[in-house]
């Protein structure tokens, strides 16, 4: 049997897709990235994503994981060459359990992330990762980029929101992993090394989750701020007078919002333009009014020392929704605009102020008229600190020619910062010569040599992250 023909009865026919329209599998979701796929294979079991890889390991062919393609670095998308097995998950989409006392549930790889949200609150309990993305990346997509969001603050990226794993090797084996247990020593962390592997390491097919319970309220509010180290003050304010209720904490800069003025001008935007807007959410365990007097208590103080000019406290669940909404349409706002340069940088936050004046210096000087779209999840101190091309210069042309030259000054910043070039992510194939060139070589060393072990023959996700 050729191999189409072994997938073809690991899956049924109607599964292992080799021809149609497959973009919405083979392109990412950037449209930077283009691939062609031997076949999409869309498994519904554990079982079944066991025969798809032995089958292809049988055959030496590679295989590319793929969740809601919604990931931002071309990891989820096979290569050009027509010979790779595209490995969809979407069809794997089962709660399996919910244990409310352990504070756990168990689903499928392929769930995708609103899902396993409302399936949770459904219970009276919450699961605290919260993207843009939600209502199409799944959580086998999440765990495999250790996605960071919204919440990341106050409950941990996916890596910490985690605590099993059910994943299939290389080899077509099963690990069961998916245990509900807070602490466990027993050798090695395995858990630890799927997670933010990418695909390359495992194909993740089942995660037992950890749940948080329900806060009685969550209230939003935006403060304009003029600078970023305003901004930083304010955090820590925060953070002091709302200690863990304090659970989120994102910045948008002028650029950002304008660009979702001029292309989404439905969406309301309570504050005037400022040079910065910071959106803050609380979540509280005794009721709305008790979260809204503790904002309105925080802003003042605020507004006294000078930190803030212009907020405003969401006064129901809607308005909260409609600032959530501001920051979440940014990606989609640049995307309308066009091709730009993405950096998703990590820095320590008492350096984020010096590292933007700085960098932004550098990138003006470099590269005069340049529009500095940064936005981000600035109390974990993860930057998106994006590139977009001068007014009336077209941007497809400007990323093509200066993509290099300014990754270079950014990265080279970052680097000097102390910082991360891929916080939250991930490495993929974007990043993958940035890495080679940055990461230290014992690093590298090591992390080849876990490649090595894991996947001998370099089937799962070749190319990608190393
Ligand atoms: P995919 O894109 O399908 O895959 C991503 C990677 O994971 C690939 O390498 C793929 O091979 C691998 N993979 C997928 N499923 C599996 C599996 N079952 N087993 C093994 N490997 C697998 N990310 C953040 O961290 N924080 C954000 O705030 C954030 N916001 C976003 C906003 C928007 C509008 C968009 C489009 C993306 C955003 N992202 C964010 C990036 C992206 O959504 C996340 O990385 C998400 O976790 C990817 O999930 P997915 O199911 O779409 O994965
Ligand atoms: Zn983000």
């Known amino acids: 049997m050729t191999l189409v023909e072994t997938l073809r009865a690991a899956v049924g026919a109607a599964n292992a897709l080799t021809d149609g329209d497959l973009s919405a599998f083979e392109v990412d979701w950037r449209k930077r990235y283009r691939g062609r796929a031997l076949a999409v294979v869309r498994p519904a079991s554990t079982a079944e994503v066991a025969a798809v890889v032995t089958a292809c390991a ?14 931002l670095v071309g990891a989820s ?35 995708v992330l609103q899902t396993v949200q409302e399936a949770a609150a459904a219970q009276g309990l919450l699961f ?25 603050l106050r409950y941990g990226n996916a890596r910490e929101l985690c605590l099993g794993l059910e994943v299939v090797t290389a080899a077509g084996a099963v690990w069961g992993g998916l245990s509900g247990l807070r602490k466990d020593n027993t050798g090695y962390d395995l858990r630890d090394l799927f997670i933010g592997s990418e695909g390359t390491l495992g194909i993740i097919t089942g995660a ?13 509010a935006l403060a304009a701020v003029t600078t970023l180290e305003a901004a930083v003050d304010l955090l ?108 998703d940088i990590a820095l320590p936050v008492s350096t984020v102020a010096r590292f ?50 300014v990754n270079a000054i950014v990265y080279d910043s970052v680097d000097a910062f102390g910082g991360s070039i891929s916080a939250e992510h991930g490495i993929g194939a974007l990043m993958r010569d940035e890495l080679a060139v940055r990461k230290s070589p014992v690093a590298l060393q090591l992390m080849r040599a876990i490649k090595r072990a894991l996947d001998p023959n370099d089937l799962l996700n070749p190319g990608r992250v190393l």
Not at 59 to 68: D, E, K, L, R, S
Not at 78 to 97: C, F, K, Y
Not at 208 to 220: N, S, W
């Open 58 to 71: 049988a055959h030496g062919a590679a295989i590319v994981a793929q969740g809601g393609n919604t990931g």
């Open 77 to 111: 998308i096979p290569d050009a060459s027509g010979t790779q097995v595209l490995l969809n998950l979407a069809r794997m989409n089962r709660v399996r359990a919910i244990d409310a006392e352990n504070l756990t549930m168990t689903v499928d790889a392929g769930c």
């Open 128 to 152: 605290a990762l919260s993207l843009a993305a939600e209502g199409s990346c799944t959580i086998g997509g999440n765990l495999a980029t250790n996605a960071g969001g919204t919440g990341m």
């Open 208 to 220: 037992t989750l950890k749940l948080h319970p329900q806060p009685a309220a969550v209230t939003t």
């Open 236 to 343: 820590q304010l925060a953070r002091a007078r709302l200690g863990a209720g304090l659970t989120g904490f994102e910045v948008m800069n002028r650029h950002a919002l304008a660009l979702v003025r001029s292309h989404m001008p439905q969406l309301a935007q309570p504050l005037p333009p400022s040079d910065w807007t910071v959106l803050l959410e609380q979540s509280d365990s005794e009721s709305e009014l008790h979260a809204r007097a503790l904002f309105e208590a925080l802003l003042e103080t605020a507004l006294e020392r000078g930190l803030i000019g212009d907020a405003a406290v969401a006064s129901s669940l809607e308005q909260s929704k409609t600032m959530w909404h501001l920051r979440e349409a940014i990606p989609m706002a640049q995307a309308l605009a066009g091709a730009n340069i993405k950096h």
């Open 356 to 405: 933007v004046e700085r960098t932004d210096a550098l990138v003006l000087r470099a590269f005069p008229g340049v529009r500095l779209v940064d936005f981000g999840h600035l109390g974990d101190g993860n930057l998106h600190y994006n590139v977009q091309a001068p007014d009336g210069v077209d941007a497809a042309v400007f990323v093509r020619d200066r993509e290099a030259a």
